[in-house]
């Protein structure tokens, strides 16, 4: 077999990917990228439409330096592509007074995303029950809702994002290649070699972006890493309804409309002459894998989300589903991403392992982790997302 020595080797081209492709791309870097299928693909987890983006990451504010930054980076993307990629329609954050909030291992997801915007200075708003109602009458409110309005927050759409920067890396000479799956990364006197269906690899540095493959090409993450089936459901507006979804009108929203773990969804505007729009839950009881996922969504399952989530909650939302998808979740315990090498492999960087919130922070993950591989140094950015993280890891 045929051995090649690039700089850095990419392995995934998803989210994750494709941005540290393309950083390292623009810094001079000789990289190869290598993904089993042609990106962007619905295999993995980065397919679907529309992505939520937000500033303040209610997650922790470990995460808002790399929001931020992706911001500015997607900005840059779109004036150096023309592609619209970042909308910012505006985001609500809904919960019940003293209910809690549970989300992405935060207890009090809502406190936490006012706590990041106050301590970054993100431009927000806090609203009451009687003024969510008057801005955005479809939602169906109790009363007693409290939110957190931010202006910038909105959608990112994530394959024009993937096929943007993967566009952008072959313009600045990176070498990628589509349809090679890598079948091993293993270490040989202190050096990764990876081995495709094609080629052995000894590059300079190798970063894994295999997203819910990871498991499977590095055992050391095997107990580490969950993934999980999660569903994207579509559904229509009634033709008679007066409430428009239209991006104009209505925001991305995540709405914890109950006290329990699973009483929240989320959901975004219309986006096209569909008349659909798009929701959805999660679900952390059950792990699959990419190969034996159940990629069908059922009849029982569309009827179940709109019978739960939807009716009485958003006026004018019809049962009439238009399409739904199935996506995977890699969790980490907390939530929380893992972006670091391990212990036994200096010279390979695992970059995703995003638990479900990962998207938005593409950008600015890319960027840190070109700075990483090519100066042997970990940003501090990236300092709070170890294999072994540090125990303290709340706000
Ligand atoms: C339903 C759903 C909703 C989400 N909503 C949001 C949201 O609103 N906001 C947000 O910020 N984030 C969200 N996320 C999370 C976000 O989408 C993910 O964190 C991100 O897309 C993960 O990207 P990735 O690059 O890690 O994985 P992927 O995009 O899956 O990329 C991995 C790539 O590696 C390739 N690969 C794997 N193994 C091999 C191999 N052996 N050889 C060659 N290639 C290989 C795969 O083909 C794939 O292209 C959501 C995720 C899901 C599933």
Same mark, same amino acid.
């Given at each position: 077999m045929k051995t090649e020595y690039p700089d850095v080797l990419v392995i995934g081209l998803g989210a994750m990917g494709s941005a540290t492709v393309y950083q390292l791309a623009k810094l001079g870097v000789k990289v190869v990228g290598i993904d089993q299928y042609t990106p962007p693909h619905t295999h993995g987890s980065t397919h679907g439409e529309t992505r939520i983006t937000r500033e303040a990451i209610g997650e922790g504010a470990r995460f808002v330096p790399l929001a931020i930054r992706s911001h500015q980076l997607w900005r840059e993307i779109e004036s150096q592509?023309?592609?619209?990629?970042?909308?910012?329609?505006g985001g609500l954050i809904l919960a019940r007074a003293g209910q809690g909030s549970a989300l992405h291992g935060q207890s009090d997801f809502l406190g936490a995303t006012i706590r990041a915007a106050e301590a970054f200075g993100i431009s927000h708003q806090r609203l009451d029950a009687t003024e969510i109602a008057a801005r955005f009458p479809q939602f169906v409110l109790r009363g007693d809702e409290c939110g957190y309005f931010e202006p910038g927050a909105g959608y990112l759409k994530p394959e024009e994002c993937v096929r943007a920067q993967l566009s952008l890396a072959r313009q600045h000479g990176a070498d990628l290649r589509f349809g090679e799956a890598v079948r091993s990364v293993t270490h040989l006197h202190g050096k990764t070699i990876v081995e495709s269906d094609r080629i052995r690899y000894a590059p300079g540095k190798t970063i894994i !972006?295999?997203?819910?493959w990871a498991p499977q090409l590095l055992p050391d993450l095997k107990g580490t890493l969950t993934v999980r089936r999660q569903v994207l459901y579509w559904f229509k507006r009634d033709a008679v309804s007066a409430h428009s979804y239209l991006t104009k009108d209505f925001p991305i929203f995540i709405w914890h409309w109950g006290s329990g773990a699973d009483d929240v969804f989320y959901g975004f505007p219309q986006m096209d002459d569909s008349g659909a729009i798009k929701v959805a839950t999660e679900q952390q009881q059950f792990s699959t894998t990419p190969e034996t996922v159940q990629r069908d969504v059922s009849v029982a399952e569309i009827a179940a989300m709109h019978a739960r989530h939807i009716a009485g909650k958003?006026?004018?939302?019809? !049962?009439?589903?238009?399409k739904a998808q199935t996506c995977l979740y890699t969790d980490t315990p907390g939530a929380n991403f893992i972006i670091d090498t391990l212990p036994n492999m200096a010279d390979a960087i695992v970059i995703s392992a995003c638990s479900g919130h990962g998207f938005k922070h593409a950008a600015a993950v890319g960027e840190a982790v070109a700075q990483m591989a090519t100066s042997g140094t970990k940003p501090e950015v990236l300092l709070p997302f170890a294999f072994n993280p540090p125990p303290v890891l709340a706000g």
């Amino acid at each position: 077999m045929k051995t090649e020595y690039p700089d850095v080797l990419v392995i995934g081209l998803g989210a994750m990917g494709s941005a540290t492709v393309y950083q390292l791309a623009k810094l001079g870097v000789k990289v190869v990228g290598i993904d089993q299928y042609t990106p962007p693909h619905t295999h993995g987890s980065t397919h679907g439409e529309t992505r939520i983006t937000r500033e303040a990451i209610g997650e922790g504010a470990r995460f808002v330096p790399l929001a931020i930054r992706s911001h500015q980076l997607w900005r840059e993307i779109e004036s150096q592509t023309g592609q619209v990629l970042l909308t910012a329609c505006g985001g609500l954050i809904l919960a019940r007074a003293g209910q809690g909030s549970a989300l992405h291992g935060q207890s009090d997801f809502l406190g936490a995303t006012i706590r990041a915007a106050e301590a970054f200075g993100i431009s927000h708003q806090r609203l009451d029950a009687t003024e969510i109602a008057a801005r955005f009458p479809q939602f169906v409110l109790r009363g007693d809702e409290c939110g957190y309005f931010e202006p910038g927050a909105g959608y990112l759409k994530p394959e024009e994002c993937v096929r943007a920067q993967l566009s952008l890396a072959r313009q600045h000479g990176a070498d990628l290649r589509f349809g090679e799956a890598v079948r091993s990364v293993t270490h040989l006197h202190g050096k990764t070699i990876v081995e495709s269906d094609r080629i052995r690899y000894a590059p300079g540095k190798t970063i894994i !972006a295999a997203g819910p493959w990871a498991p499977q090409l590095l055992p050391d993450l095997k107990g580490t890493l969950t993934v999980r089936r999660q569903v994207l459901y579509w559904f229509k507006r009634d033709a008679v309804s007066a409430h428009s979804y239209l991006t104009k009108d209505f925001p991305i929203f995540i709405w914890h409309w109950g006290s329990g773990a699973d009483d929240v969804f989320y959901g975004f505007p219309q986006m096209d002459d569909s008349g659909a729009i798009k929701v959805a839950t999660e679900q952390q009881q059950f792990s699959t894998t990419p190969e034996t996922v159940q990629r069908d969504v059922s009849v029982a399952e569309i009827a179940a989300m709109h019978a739960r989530h939807i009716a009485g909650k958003l006026r004018g939302i019809s !049962a009439h589903n238009t399409k739904a998808q199935t996506c995977l979740y890699t969790d980490t315990p907390g939530a929380n991403f893992i972006i670091d090498t391990l212990p036994n492999m200096a010279d390979a960087i695992v970059i995703s392992a995003c638990s479900g919130h990962g998207f938005k922070h593409a950008a600015a993950v890319g960027e840190a982790v070109a700075q990483m591989a090519t100066s042997g140094t970990k940003p501090e950015v990236l300092l709070p997302f170890a294999f072994n993280p540090p125990p303290v890891l709340a706000g």
